[in-house]
């Protein structure tokens, strides 16, 4: 008895534009001479940043991480995410029917639009989900001052 199995060509195409898009980053870097210079980054991670009043949060989406293979560091005007993980062993028993996951090195890097105290800057990880809170400096911090009408 022969066995359906359902196809998505959307994964074929995604698998296709990873393989172009591993191409274009060893081709082209962003900066002359930089794929010389640096390691080999596989991947790169989601990343959310926000800004409130008082600091800047980046988050960013790890998942299968231990905390030891994170890196994070910051300047007054920057953030640096990176790490790697692992690739797991191949399966010897049998063919991959399908395999998706990422592993490698990574690194993300950021300019902040506003200076912050690098002496305040907490990280936490929970779920896959790293979330780095960054303090703004007191005088990058919005004053609001009350201007009378006359």
């Known amino acids: 008895m022969t066995k359906l199995i359902r196809w ?9 534009r990873d393989e172009l898009d591993k191409i274009f980053d060893e081709t082209f870097s962003r900066f ?10 596989s991947w790169q991670p989601s990343v959310d940043i926000y800004e409130s009043e008082d ?9 299968g991480f231990k905390r030891d293979d994170i890196n994070i560091t910051v300047t007054e005007d920057s953030l640096n995410i990176s790490g790697e993980t692992k690739e797991e062993k191949e399966v010897e028993e049998g063919n991959y029917i399908c395999k998706e996951r990422r592993w490698g090195k990574f690194s993300r890097y950021f300019s902040l639009p506003a200076p ?12 896959g989900v790293i979330e780095i809170k960054m303090s ?4 990058a911090k919005r004053k609001s001052v009350n201007i009378e009408i006359e």
């Open 116 to 127: 912050i105290d690098t002496n305040r800057v907490k990280a936490s990880y929970e779920n």
């Open 55 to 63: 600091e800047i949060v980046a988050k960013a989406e790890l998942p």
């Open 136 to 139: 703004k400096t007191e005088e």
């Open 8 to 16: 998505n060509p959307f994964t074929e195409l995604t698998r296709m």
């Open 32 to 41: 002359p001479g930089e794929k010389f210079l640096s390691e080999k980054v």
